[in-house]
C-alpha cells in the first residue's frame, strides 16, 4: 500500500512536467492544425541548454531556463517563417515533413556535436519525505515550476491582446485577420510559445534524469499521448492529461511488469482518438 | 477503363472500331514501359557487373522501391498519411520468421503468411482509425506502431527484446548461405515487378479513380458514388500486404528479428520521404525516390565532409523539396512539360 502511495505521487510529481512537454506541442496544433514533429529534438534542445549553462558557466539550472525559454521561443519564431508559413495551408503531409526535416537538421547537427553519449546535470536539492514516500527536491520543483508556467500560460491566453489574438486565430483565423489581427505574426508567435514550453519542460527533464540528445523522442511520443488524452489543441487539458499519464506510470509497474506500460499508453492513445477524438476534457472544435 | 456497358448505357456514345481501341489500349500502357525498364535494368545490373557488394546496394534501393510504392497506394492514390507503414513490415517480418525459425516453414508459405498477417492488421485496423482524418489519422498510424512494437517486445513466443535468429542450417536448405542471397535478390526483384503492375494497374482503374475522387475531397466523391470506407480500406490493405512479404524476405535474408529494427519509425518516414521526392501519386514516382534516396544516402553516409552531419544535410534537402517541389520530380517534370503527361504516370 505504501508502495503505491509512493508510486502514485511520483507519477503526479512526473505527470506535471509530461503536461508541460506535452501543452507546446497541443497549442501549435490548437492554434495552426500543425503536428510538430520537431518537438522531440527542441524538448532535447531544452535539456542541452541548461546542461551546458550549469556545466560551463555554472549558473544554476532554474536561472538557466530563463536562458533556455528565450532561446525556445526565438528558435521557434526562426523555425515557423523556414519552415512553416509557406506550407500552412498546405495539405498535413507538407506540415508533417517541414517539421520532421527541421528535427532530422537538429539531430543531425545535435549528434555531430554532442555525440549520442549520456549527460546529466549533477544538481541536487536534498529530499524530503511524506509518509513514507521519499522524493527528491527537484521534483517538487520541477512540478511546481510546471504548474507556475502553465497557470502563466492561461493568464496569458486570457488576459493580455496577444493572448486573446491567439485564441482567436485559433478559432478562425479568416474571421480573425477580418478583424484586424495580424495572423502571421500571431501564427509564428503562437509556434515559438509552443517551442519555448517544449524547451521549458527539456529544462526541467534534465534536473530530473540523464539524458542523451535523442531522449526528447521519448517525450515527444509521450506528448502525443497526452495530447490526445487532454484533447489536441487544449493546452490546459494537456496538464491533466500529464497528470493521468504520469499516474498510469507510476501505478502500472506495481502489478505487471514495468515493460508492458507503452503497451497500454499507446493501446489507450489508439483507443481514445478512434472514441473520443476530442480528448477526454472534450476540448471546442474549432 | 470503359466496359461496354458503359457505352450502351450512355447510348450516344459511338462504336469504337477495334482498330482504336488497340490504339487507345496501348496509349493505357505506355506509363508501364518506363518503370518497368528501369526495374530490369535494376535487376539485371548485378549479373552484368558480377559484384555482389553491387547486388547488395540494388537490394536495399530495390526494397525501398517496393516499399515506396505499396505505400504510394495509400498516401499518394488515397491521400491518407501513414506515418506508421513499417508496423506492416515488422509485424510480417515477424509473422514470417516465427513461422521458419520455430516451426521450421519454408521461405515461400512464410512469405506468405507474413502478407496474409499484414494485410489482415490492415484489414481490422482499416475499419477503425481510416475513419479519422488528417493529422489524427496520421498520429493513430504512429500510435498503433508504437503499440505493436512494445507488444512484441513483451511477447514471450517472439522472443521479447532478445528477438529471434535463424539456425544457419536453414540455408542449407536453398543451396547455403552464398546462393541464399542470391535467391532472395531475385525474390525481390520479382515482388518489385509484382509491386510495380499493382500499382499501375490500381491506379488506371476504376478503383483507383475513386481513391483519386477521395484523395482531393472526401465527401464530394462519396456524393458521386464512390463507397469511400470500403475503397479506403482496400487500398490500406493494398499497401499493407506487400512490406508484410518483404518483412519476411528482408529478415530471412538478415537472419535475425528484433523489435526495434523491425518497427523503426523513422524507416516508415523514409519511405514517405522517397514518395515525396520523386512525385506522390505517380507510378513513377515512387521508383525515382527510391534510387534517389539511397543513392543520396549513400553518398552522404560515405563522404569526408558530410558523414558526421548526413542527417542534417538529409533534413535540408527534405524541407527544400517539401517548401518548393511538393509534386516531387515526376510531378514537376509533368506540370513542367506536359508534353510527357502520357509516359510518366
Known sequence: MDFLFTSILDGLMLGFVYGLAAMGLTLIWGVMNVINLSHGPIISLGMFGVYLLFTFLGMNPYIALIFVALFGLLLGIVIYFVAVNRVIDAPHLSTLLATFAVAMIITGLGTAVFTASPRNVDYSLGSVTIGNATIPVTRIVAAVLSVLITAGLYLYLHRTRSGRYIRAVANNRSAAELMGVPSVRILALSFGIGTMLAALAGGLISTLFPFTILAGGTYELKSFVIGVLGGLGNPIGALFGGLILGVLEGIIPTFMPATWVPVLEFGLFVLILLVRPQGLFGAKKS | ?345
Open chain 2, 1 to 345: 477503363m470503359n466496359s461496354p456497358q458503359d457505352s450502351s448505357v450512355v447510348g450516344s456514345a459511338p462504336k469504337v472500331s477495334w482498330r482504336e481501341a488497340l490504339s487507345q489500349n496501348a496509349g493505357a500502357y505506355v506509363g508501364l514501359i518506363l518503370p518497368l525498364i528501369i526495374i530490369a535494368l535494376l535487376t539485371i545490373w548485378p549479373t552484368v557487373t558480377g559484384k555482389d557488394i553491387t547486388r547488395e546496394s540494388i537490394f536495399t534501393i530495390m526494397l525501398s522501391i517496393a516499399l515506396a510504392s505499396s505505400l504510394n497506394i495509400l498516401l499518394g492514390y488515397t491521400g491518407y498519411v501513414s506515418f506508421g507503414h513499417v508496423v506492416f513490415f515488422g509485424l510480417g517480418g515477424y509473422v514470417g520468421f516465427y513461422l521458419m525459425a520455430v516451426q521450421g516453414w519454408s521461405l515461400w508459405p512464410a512469405m506468405a503468411m507474413g502478407g496474409l498477417a499484414a494485410g489482415l492488421l490492415a484489414f481490422l485496423l482499416g475499419k477503425a482509425i481510416l475513419r479519422l482524418r488528417g493529422g489524427y489519422f496520421a498520429l493513430a498510424t504512429i500510435g498503433v506502431n508504437e503499440a505493436m512494437r512494445a507488444f512484441i517486445n513483451n511477447f514471450e513466443p517472439f522472443g521479447g527484446p532478445v528477438g529471434m535468429t535463424l539456425n544457419f542450417q536453414v540455408y542449407r536448405d536453398y543451396g547455403g548461405a552464398a546462393q541464399a542471397l542470391r535467391m532472395t535478390f531475385y525474390i525481390l526483384a520479382a515482388i518489385t515487378f509484382i509491386v510495380i503492375l499493382v500499382s499501375y494497374f490500381v491506379r488506371m482503374s476504376k478503383f483507383g479513380l475513386g481513391l483519386l475522387a477521395i484523395r482531393e475531397d472526401e465527401d464530394a466523391a462519396e456524393v458521386m458514388g464512390v463507397v469511400a470506407p470500403s475503397a479506403k480500406t482496400w487500398a490500406y490493405v493494398l499497401s499493407a500486404i506487400f512490406p508484410g512479404i518483404l518483412g519476411v524476405l528482408f529478415f530471412f535474408k538478415n537472419g535475425s528479428i528484433e523489435p526495434v529494427p523491425a518497427f523503426r519509425l523513422n524507416f516508415s518516414i523514409e519511405m514517405i520521404v522517397m514518395v515525396m521526392l520523386g512525385g506522390q501519386g505517380t507510378v513513377l514516382g515512387p521508383i525515382l525516390g527510391g534510387i534517389g534516396y539511397q543513392s543520396l544516402r549513400g553518398y552522404l553516409l560515405t563522404s569526408p565532409l558530410f558523414k558526421n552531419i548526413q542527417l542534417a544535410v538529409a533534413g535540408v534537402l527534405l524541407l527544400v523539396i517539401v517548401l518548393f517541389v511538393p509534386a516531387g520530380v515526376v510531378g514537376w517534370l509533368r506540370n513542367r512539360f506536359p508534353v510527357l503527361r502520357r509516359i510518366l504516370q
